[in-house]
C-alpha cells in the first residue's frame, strides 16, 4: 500500500526507541509471538571498532552508532527470545546486508504534491476500469463466497486490488527481511521496523512463503494487497485452502485478506461509501473538518443536494456522515460514510479512499463527479506548506510544527486566518493564502 512520509525526521540513537510510529494505515500494535522462545544458539562475540564507517547515500548524513553486524547480533537475540527458531534466522539473514536505496526512499522529501484530480485521473483510467470489470466477472465465484463470509462488497474488494498492485502485476521487488533489517538499523524508526521484521520471521517460520519469494515494497509491504508483516499475522487467511496464507501468488487469498481487513475496519455492506453533494450559497464551510459528523438528513437540511436532482441513497438519512472537500470550496464535495471511513485504515488518505470507492463504482458505470476541480490554483509545494504554517504561527494562528503537513492544528489555524480575512473557512491551504499572510 502507498506510504505517505511527509516529516523531516532526524536521526535517533539506534538503542533508544521509546514508541511505535505507524508507516502505513494498515499497520496495527504488533502482536506477541504465539511460539515458546527456543534455546539460543551462542554466538561469537564482535570486537567493536573505535569509530563506524557512515552509510553513504549522496549526500544524506547518517551515522550509525553501531556496525550492522553488531545490529544483527542483537536482533539475532530479540528473534530467538520471541521464538525464532535459530537455524532460520541464520539462513534468512545469511549475506544480509543493508539497503543504501531504502534509505533513500526512507529518508527522501518530495517537494511537490500531486492535486487530487491528477491522481484520479491516473487511478480511474479506462484501461484499468475495463480490467477491474474483467477480473469482477472473472472471479465472481470466488468473490461471491468472499462476501457471504465476510461482507465486504466485490467491487471494492477488486479496487484496492487495482490500486495497490494493478491487479497483482506491481508488488514490489525487494526483500521484505534486507528492507526492514535496513529500516530497523539505519534507526528512524527502529520500534516500527523492528516489529515488522519479527513479524516478517514469523511468516518464514510458519510456512506460508519461502524467504527468497518474499519481496515486496521499499518499506516492507508486500504481495497483490501489500499488507505489511504485522497486519499480515492479524488478518491474512488461507480462502483457497492450499495450507498456506500466499497473498503473493493467490488472488482468492489476497482479496479474503483484504476483506478480512476492511470487514474489521467497519465496512458495512451494501452501503454507499458516500456520494457527491453540492452546498447551498453561504454554507458554513468549517463545517468541512472529518471530526464533524451528522446524520445524513441534518447535512440535507442545511441545504445540500445531489447533482442532477439525483436522490439520497435509501436508507442513508440517518447513517453518521462527514463532509469532505478535497479540493477546498471551489472544488466538488463529498458526504463520506462509514465505508469510506474503512478504508482510510487500510490507507490514511483521502485522496486513496476517493480514489477506491470512485474506482469501485466505476466498474458498474458510475462513479462520476460532477463538480469542477479547481485546476488554476495548484497544491502547495512542502517548503510553501511549511512556510504558510511558520506564517500563520507568526500571525498569532497556531499551525502547531511547521513540519508541511496540513494536519488538524493547521487547518484550524488556516480557518482562523480565513475568518478573519473574510474568506469560506474551509481550511485548505492555498497560494492566495500564502500571499495574503507574506504581504502582512
Not at 471530526?291 to 440535507?300: L, Q, S, T, Y
Not at 474568506?423 to 499572510?437: I, M, N
Amino acid at each position: 500500500m502507498p506510504f505517505c512520509i511527509s516529516r523531516r525526521w532526524h536521526l535517533r540513537q539506534l538503542i533508544a526507541a521509546s514508541s511505535l510510529a505507524l508507516l502505513v494505515a494498515c499497520a496495527e500494535k504488533p502482536t506477541a509471538a504465539d511460539a515458546q522462545p527456543l534455546q539460543s544458539i551462542p554466538t561469537a562475540p564482535l570486537a567493536a571498532p573505535a569509530t563506524v564507517a557512515p552509510l553513504a547515500v549522496d549526500n544524506l548524513d547518517i551515522q550509525p552508532t553501531q556496525t550492522f553486524a553488531q545490529w544483527q547480533a542483537g536482533f539475532r537475540v530479540e528473534a530467538l527470545n520471541a521464538g525464532i527458531r535459530a537455524d532460520l534466522f541464520d539462513r534468512v539473514f545469511a549475506g544480509i546486508t543493508p539497503d543504501m536505496g531504502v534509505i533513500k526512499a526512507d529518508r527522501s522529501q518530495p517537494e511537490f504534491t500531486r492535486p487530487v484530480w491528477e491522481y484520479l485521473d491516473g487511478a480511474l483510467s479506462p484501461l484499468r476500469v475495463r480490467k477491474g470489470q474483467a477480473l469482477v466477472n472473472q472471479y465472481a465465484d470466488i468473490l461471491q463466497q468472499i462476501e457471504q463470509r465476510y461482507g465486504v462488497d466485490r467491487q471494492a474488494l477488486v479496487a484496492v486490488w487495482g490500486m495497490e498492485s494493478n491487479f497483482g502485476e506491481f508488488q514490489g521487488n525487494k526483500s521484505v527481511i534486507r528492507s526492514l533489517a535496513t529500516l530497523a538499523y539505519e534507526g528512524r524508526r527502529p520500534a516500527f521496523a523492528n516489529s515488522q521484521l519479527l513479524a516478517a520471521l514469523q511468516i518464514l517460520q510458519h510456512g506460508d512463503i519461502q524467504p527468497e519469494k518474499m519481496l515486496g515494497s521499499w518499506a516492507g509491504a508486500m504481495g497483490q494487497t501489500q499488507f505489511i508483516p504485522t497486519t499480515y499475522n492479524t488478518h491474512a487467511v488461507d480462502f483457497d485452502g492450499d495450507g498456506r496464507r500466499d497473498i503473493w501468488n493467490s488472488p482468492a487469498d489476497a482479496l479474503a485478506s483484504t476483506a478480512h481487513y476492511l470487514q474489521s475496519s467497519g465496512w458495512q455492506k451494501g452501503q454507499p461509501w458516500g456520494f457527491e453533494v453540492q452546498l447551498a450559497n453561504g454554507f458554513d464551510y468549517a463545517l468541512a473538518d472529518g471530526a464533524i459528523r451528522k446524520p445524513v438528513a441534518e447535512w440535507m437540511r442545511l441545504g445540500m443536494k445531489l447533482p442532477n436532482g439525483a436522490a439520497v441513497p435509501a436508507g442513508s438519512e440517518q447513517l453518521s456522515a462527514a463532509l469532505l472537500l478535497p479540493a477546498g470550496y471551489r472544488g466538488p464535495a463529498f458526504l463520506i460514510l462509514d465505508n469510506f471511513r474503512a478504508v482510510l485504515k487500510y490507507n490514511n488518505s483521502s485522496s486513496y479512499a476517493l480514489a477506491v470507492n470512485l474506482l469501485s463504482q466505476r466498474f458498474n458505470g458510475s462513479g462520476l463527479i460532477n463538480g469542477v476541480w479547481p485546476k488554476d490554483d495548484m497544491p502547495l509545494s512542502r517548503s510553501e506548506r511549511i512556510e504558510l504554517q511558520n506564517l500563520l504561527s507568526a500571525n498569532n494562528y497556531d499551525a502547531g510544527n511547521p513540519d508541511g503537513i496540513i494536519g488538524a492544528n493547521t487547518r484550524k489555524a488556516i480557518r482562523s486566518a480565513q475568518q478573519s480575512l473574510g474568506w469560506p473557512a474551509d481550511g485548505y491551504p492555498t497560494h492566495k493564502l500564502l500571499e495574503s499572510l507574506r504581504s502582512r
